[in-house]
Every structure is written in C-alpha cells, then in structure tokens.
C-alpha cells in the first residue's frame, strides 16, 4: 500500500529561521509529489508540485522542494520563515500507471513560527 | 472561478441519524473527489469520479456510505445511521484531467459531529 511519511509532528522556529520539513514516500513506481498548506482557519491550498523534470521545484510563497529518487524523499525548504507561514503542511503522492487517483497524504507537520 | 464549494459548513446531528452533504467542484472540472479527515491526520481517500461515473471506492467507504455526481456536476455524499467514529472533516476536492499528470483542489470541507 502507498505510505507517506512525515518525520515531524510539530515544528516550531523563530522568524526568519530557515526551515526543513521531511516527507518520504512508499516506492512504487513514478510518482507525482505535492505539498499543501492549510493555513488556520482555511482549506488546503496546493504550495507546489512536482511532476517530472528538474527535481527542484518553486512554489508559492517563497517555498521549494527537491525530489531525491533514490531517497524517495520530497522535503519542503523555505530559507527564512515568516509568522504568515504558521500553517499546517502535509506532504502527499499519487503514482502514475497504478490505475489508482488517490493522492495519499501524509499525516501532517504543524508549523508554529514565533515572532 | 469560485473553488470548490462544500454545503455545508459544519453539521452536528444526533448518532443514528443520516446527513448528506454537498460538494460544487470547479466548472468543468471533470475529476471529483471524497476525503476523510480526522484529527492529527492527513486527508484520507473515499471515493473519486470520473464525469458521472464513480471509480474507485476505498474500503474506508462502508456500506452506510453513499456518493453520487448526477450529471457529472456537484456530487452528494451521504451517510446512513451515523456513529461516532464518523466524526471527521469530510472534504471534496476537483481536478481537470487531460493527460497523465493534474492537481487537485480542495474545498473547505464539511466537519461532521455526531453526538
């Protein structure tokens, strides 16, 4: 079964620290890797996205990740977080050819930043 | 384009009870999909969509679960004689799927308690 994994429950970090939040995933064949953000009080809002190509990816807001294939990993990275960034990131995959569309998630990483 | 649009908000209903809730993805969006979430957990798959034909259920999807999308538009899901375990964010997501790659948007989601 697909499995994402998400190394830290609860991250928190002083403004304008640099951040790292960890995701690996189940091998299974090529994947298409996301990150979203909820933000409190709001839905999920994709951050970004990777689906072939340059394993570096930019999203929104300042953030990026980097797929590592032999890692099976997709960890998120912003160099200097701000206060706005307080949110609740969940790493999540789907795999291309399974004949499955689910995206399975991880089980999140709450982000405190303190000001 | 409004987002995907969930109706409604928040239900509190008694256990034993049905609920239905209703989900409007993105126009034209051809994909529609049906997550769980429960606390300190990512989304969960149901079920997905394609147009007006559902394919694919999870077996999270118990027989007091149904869904439907007359006429490939909004889609409905219901619960039969809710317990409390159903407590959950309920959430809808869309995708417009050409080729083999695509993102999915999400709602804001429908937070069932069952007392």
């Known amino acids: 079964a697909q499995s994402v994994s998400q190394h830290n429950h609860h991250v928190i970090l002083s403004e304008a620290a640099s951040l790292e939040l960890g995701c690996n995933y189940s091998y299974g064949g090529t994947v298409n890797l996301f990150w979203y953000v909820q933000y409190p009080g709001q839905h999920l809002q994709l951050l970004l996205k990777y689906f072939s190509g340059d394993p570096l990816v930019k999203g929104i807001k300042g953030f990026e990740a980097e797929f590592i294939k032999s890692k099976f990993s997709f960890n998120l990275r912003k160099p200097s977080v701000q206060w706005s960034d307080t949110a609740e990131y969940f790493c999540a995959v789907y795999y291309s050819g399974a004949g499955s569309y689910q995206l399975t998630f991880g089980k999140g990483t709450k982000l405190s930043v303190i000001p | 384009d409004t987002g995907v649009s969930q109706d409604p908000r928040h239900k509190i209903t008694k256990r034993g009870q049905n609920v239905t809730f209703r989900c409007d993805p993105i126009?034209?969006?051809?994909?529609l999909y049906w997550y769980r979430q429960t606390l300190g957990q990512g989304p969960e798959f149901l079920t997905y969509?394609?147009?007006?034909?559902?394919?694919?259920k999870s077996r999270l999807l118990s027989d007091r679960f149904s869904a439907e999308r007359p006429k490939g538009s909004f889609s409905t899901l219901e619960i039969q004689r809710t317990e409390q375990g159903d407590s959950a964010m309920y959430l809808c997501?869309?995708?417009?799927?050409?080729?083999?790659?695509?993102?999915?948007?999400f709602g804001p989601g429908t937070r069932l308690t069952v007392t």
């Open positions: 969509f394609q147009n007006e034909a559902q394919l694919e």
């Open positions: 997501a869309s995708s417009l799927v050409v080729g083999a790659t695509y993102e999915q948007y």
């Open positions: 126009s034209e969006h051809n994909r």
